[in-house]
């Protein structure tokens, strides 16, 4: 079991940055046994894959979308996770979820598992 715990989301004019982080608390395995992952969705949209990292950090995956702007990190030792966004646009906008699974590609199974969300808002 792990839970996951966002935090950074806010309000940003186009062109900002924002760094999300989702803490972890697991119990069972240890943190550095998940591949983590970022998705997000937007109102009225389904929710799409972000950015995806392995369990050492020494690979990571990244939406088209987002590639170039945004850099997903962790740190074991702290049981976290991050999101820097730069450049933001408008259609970054969404609520970004943490993910902890056995894929780092955004590939989703039944017994992952998510954290409740973070609302990020780029306005134009």
């Known amino acids: 079991q792990v839970q996951l715990v966002e935090s950074g989301g806010g309000l940003v004019q186009a062109g900002g940055s924002l760094r999300l982080s989702c803490a972890a608390s697991a119990s069972g395995r240890t943190f550095s046994s998940y591949e983590m992952n970022w998705f997000r969705q937007a109102p009225g949209k389904e929710r799409e894959f972000v950015a995806g990292?392995?369990?050492?950090?020494?690979?990571?995956y990244y939406a088209d979308s987002v590639k170039g702007r945004f850099t997903i990190s962790r740190d074991n030792a702290k049981n976290t996770v991050y999101l820097q966004m730069n450049s933001l646009k408008p259609e970054d906008t969404a609520v970004y979820y943490c993910?902890?699974?056995?894929?780092?590609?955004?590939?989703?199974?039944?017994?992952?598992?998510w954290g409740q969300g973070t609302q990020v808002t780029v306005s134009s």
């Open positions: 993910h902890a699974g056995s894929s780092w590609s955004g590939v989703i199974h039944p017994d992952d598992f």
């Open positions: 990292i392995s369990w050492s950090g020494g690979s990571t």
